[in-house]
Each structure stands twice: as structure tokens, then as C-alpha cells.
Nanobody
Framework: AQLVESGGGLVQPGGSLRLSCVAS????????MSWYRQAPGKGRELVAS????????KYVDAVKGRFTISRDNAKNTVYLKMNRLKPGDTAVYFC????????WGQGTQVTVSS
């Protein structure tokens, strides 16, 4: 089983990025998917989550109205669209799959800086 994130990078404040997380080796459609982030010197924080059917979407207050989580079960992929990025969004972003087991990706770096 594997989760592979991509789409991170360096962006100026106010910019946008779209992260992708592609799953393989397990039945993606049965798994609840989440995005977490970890900033330097801080713990891992839940950013957004989405249920198996694409509903029950939740966000941490800091990203509400700016980030959008979605999933494409046909492509075994979960996305995180990030708009109006702030320096405080700088972190390594991880995706997580949870059902019978828990799987984590290796993370993708997002740096918001001018």
C-alpha cells in the first residue's frame, strides 16, 4: 500500500497550489481520507478530511474558506486546493488513509514566502 503526494512548492503570499495524493495497493474507495500538515518545530495538524462518498467534509478553522478538499475515486486520488496562501501555511503536507488500516504518504513541502 502506498500514498504519494505531489504539487507542493514555493509560492508567494496570496498564491495558490493544488496538492494531489495518489493511492495504490488498497481499496481507496473504502477509506476516509485526510490532509495533515507539520510546520517546523510543531506537531502534525489535521487540515481537512473527506468521507468515502465525498461528503462529511471538515476543515480546521485556519483554512476554512481558502482550502478545498476533494476526491476522485475513479483515479484513487485526493486533492487539496489551497487558495490565498499565507506564510503560516508553510509546512510539509501529508495525506492519510484510514479504514481497516492507516496509511500515510511521505509528504510534500509547501513554502509560502515573498
Amino acid at each position: 500500500a502506498q500514498l504519494v503526494e505531489s504539487g507542493g512548492g514555493l509560492v508567494q503570499p496570496g498564491g495558490s497550489l493544488r496538492l494531489s495524493c495518489v493511492a495504490s495497493g488498497f481499496t481507496f474507495i473504502m477509506y476516509h481520507m485526510s490532509w495533515y500538515r507539520q510546520a517546523p518545530g510543531k506537531g502534525r495538524e489535521l487540515v481537512a478530511s473527506i468521507a468515502i462518498g465525498g461528503g462529511d467534509i471538515k476543515y480546521v478553522d485556519a483554512v476554512k474558506g481558502r482550502f478545498t478538499i476533494s476526491r476522485d475515486n475513479a483515479k484513487n486520488t485526493v486533492y487539496l486546493k489551497m487558495n490565498r496562501l499565507k506564510p503560516g501555511d508553510t509546512a510539509v503536507y501529508f495525506c492519510k488513509a484510514l479504514w481497516l488500516r492507516e496509511y500515510w504518504g511521505q509528504g510534500t513541502q509547501v513554502t509560502v514566502s515573498s
